[in-house]
């Protein structure tokens, strides 16, 4: 590694606190939880700093039959995903999946915190080769710290934490935009479907009343069934599967119908399936077609609407989902999935299914929906308008991506820098960490000496 400031040094972990590894108390006996003792588990350090809420809780009863921990003990996570960290509010507990360090009085317990959630990649290293990886309490002892002169790491956490809290607010900023966006997206699409949109390129403000939706005078207020066929996909035959292979035959399933396409995903929910020849004979009336309109009818994403993209034209139709083909007027088919996918539509649909007997989304119902048809000129205008407002928002949402990751990268590298010595100035007359450990062990040995000593008098009566 590079050099150490001067005063630093470079200690395992054990040698700074008392190493703990967690347990569980037998859960037969309900008298053990519930109690007012935080219980820790990996779940409560996602968000990790100061643990000040957990699932699960401990009564006085259940917390004597474990190790206890005392406020300011850094918890961690050594089995599965390794590496999550916290720093206890109180008098807590954790479970067997994490090691903790109860930091010597000498240790400023901020600072250590702060070391430990750099860990992450050293756990990852020297974690055991098994299906699931553990880092025992043994190896978790030997992990590397780099000590500064206790003044210093005051001074060290006191900036950190002011950085860090500037960090954790632009992180919040933008991890808020995406639901910004969501919401533009849906005032472009309310804007589209009411005629505001092309209200100024209309060169009139004339309005009808329809439903509960005003539309321009030049607008027809039709049926769904005024314009296109309903028609319900298919399950597969009995006794028949999906395949991975791929041979030719795609079969398009209710978790590939997202954000207005059909995609083809690497989950369990949207991965690309496909049907086997001589099942595909068997259902070959089930299929679409390029530019028709898709809607799923059950399930918990009931109502995900869009279009059929050129890739998926003769695709096989799953049972969860209707299609809206044959146009029986001039249509830009983006135009019909605009309205499906608006808030307004959306609400109607979600009213039939709380009404309905079972969560479905009847072909009949589909069909007697209201659809505001605006004339063919209006409706590429509208395509146009609505595509270039997404795709200002797509490309912001990318941008945010990106800005994301580097603040991901940033705390990690934040706090690189600072046990670097890079973080704040050194003082020559802070004591050095060296004389520091000497403190410590000289306690260490002096409070081992204690127990021993009553531990023969305990023996002797």
């Not at 079969?251 to 929910?269: D, E, F, H, P």
């Not at 059929?308 to 146009?327: C, D, H, V």
């Not at 690189?416 to 890079?422: D, I, L, P, T």
Request: glycine share 6%; charged share 25%.
């Amino acid at each position: 590694m590079s050099e150490l400031p001067k005063g630093w040094v470079e200690v395992e972990i054990s040698k700074l606190g008392q190493i703990v590894t967690g347990k569980t108390p037998s859960t037969k006996d309900i008298d053990n939880f519930g109690g007012e003792v935080p219980f820790i588990k990996p779940g409560d350090l996602n968000e990790g700093g100061v643990i000040h809420k957990t699932m699960d809780t401990l009564t006085e009863k259940g917390l004597k039959l474990i190790s206890s921990l005392p406020k300011n003990s850094i918890v961690v996570t050594c089995i599965g995903n390794l590496g999550k960290v916290g720093i206890t509010k109180t008098v807590s507990a954790t479970n067997q999946q994490i090691n903790s360090v109860i930091p010597h009085e000498a240790v400023f317990p901020k600072y250590l915190y702060y070391q430990v959630s750099m860990l992450k990649p050293w756990l990852e290293r020297e974690s055991s080769a098994t299906t699931v990886a553990i880092i025992n309490k043994s190896k978790f002892s030997k992990a590397p710290i780099t000590l500064a002169p206790l003044a210093e790491q005051k001074r060290i956490v006191e900036k950190l934490d002011q950085v860090l809290a500037q960090v954790d607010t632009i992180k919040a900023r933008l991890d808020g935009i995406p639901a910004i966006l969501k919401r533009f997206r849906q005032s472009v699409l309310a804007a589209a479907v009411s005629g505001k949109l092309t209200e100024e390129w209309r060169g009139n403000d004339f309005y009808q009343q329809g439903i509960d939706l005003k539309i321009p005078e030049t607008w027809i207020l039709f049926r769904i069934d005024d314009i296109a066929e309903v028609k319900g996909g298919k399950r597969l035959p009995k006794g028949e599967e999906l395949v991975d292979e791929d041979t030719g035959f795609k079969y398009i399933r209710a978790g590939q119908l997202k954000n207005g396409t059909v995609v083809s995903g690497s989950n369990a929910r949207s991965s690309q399936k496909f049907l086997l020849p001589h099942v595909q004979k068997m259902i070959n009336k089930y299929t679409v077609e390029k530019g028709d309109a898709y809607i799923t009818i059950v399930g918990a994403s009931i109502g995900d609407a869009g279009i059929i993209p050129a890739s998926y034209k003769g695709a096989n139709l799953t049972e969860n989902a209707a299609k809206l083909t044959n146009f029986k007027v001039s249509l830009i088919s983006e135009f019909l999935g605009f309205w499906l996918r608006s808030e307004y539509l959306q609400n109607l649909i979600q009213l039939e299914i709380k009404s309905a007997a079972q969560g479905k989304l009847a072909l009949n119902r589909i069909k007697t929906l209201d659809f505001p048809y605006p004339p063919l000129e209006e409706q590429t205008e509208i395509v146009r308008l609505v595509d270039q407002y997404f795709a200002f928002a797509d490309t912001i949402e990318k941008q945010v991506q990106k800005a994301q990751q580097r603040v991901d990268k940033l705390t990690q590298s934040i706090l690189a820098k600072a046990f670097r010595g890079e973080l704040v100035p050194q003082n020559p007359d802070d004591e050095p960490a060296d004389e520091l450990l000497k403190r410590i062990a000289a306690a260490r040995a002096e409070s081992e000496a204690l127990a021993k000593a009553a531990k023969k008098i305990g023996k002797k009566k």
